[in-house]
């Protein structure tokens, strides 16, 4: 049974830094390339960036390059979102998906992750 299940949101000022964590089980996650979305009320989902399995390329959206950067640890089946200095449309659901087969680089389009984990709310406050 495939999980994501991510940890590490909360309420950031503008300008801030903050680190989310996702935890997998269920697959082979060294050989598994990774991606981060988040979900806004409003705007809807939006993928933010994906890593390839090895850790040695990722790529981002334009919202988030240069701010956000994806890191994993294959030793720990673990992803690491650094998201630094945060913007008010930063507020929104965090979360880590599996693409599934179908999908190719960058995994970028939502109908190709099969899992998602369930999300952890991030709010820039002042």
């Known amino acids: 049974q495939v999980q994501l299940v991510e940890s590490g949101g909360g309420v950031v000022p503008p300008g801030g830094s903050l680190t989310l964590s996702c935890t997998t089980s269920g697959f082979t996650f060294s050989t598994t390339p990774l991606t981060w979305l988040r979900h806004h009320p409003r705007r809807g989902i939006e993928w933010l960036t994906s890593?390839?399995?090895?850790?040695?390329?990722?790529a981002e959206a334009d919202s988030v390059k240069g701010r956000f950067t994806l890191a994993r640890d294959n030793a720990n089946s673990a992803l690491f979102l650094q998201m630094n200095d945060f913007r008010p449309d930063d507020s929104a659901v965090y979360r880590c998906?599996?693409?599934?087969?179908?999908?190719?680089?960058?995994?970028?389009?939502?109908?190709?992750?099969?899992?998602w984990g369930g999300g952890t709310q991030v709010t820039v406050s002042s």
């Open positions: 890593i390839n399995s090895a850790g040695d390329d990722a």
């Open positions: 998906a599996e693409p599934g087969t179908r999908s190719t680089w960058p995994h970028s389009r939502e109908d190709t992750w099969d899992y």
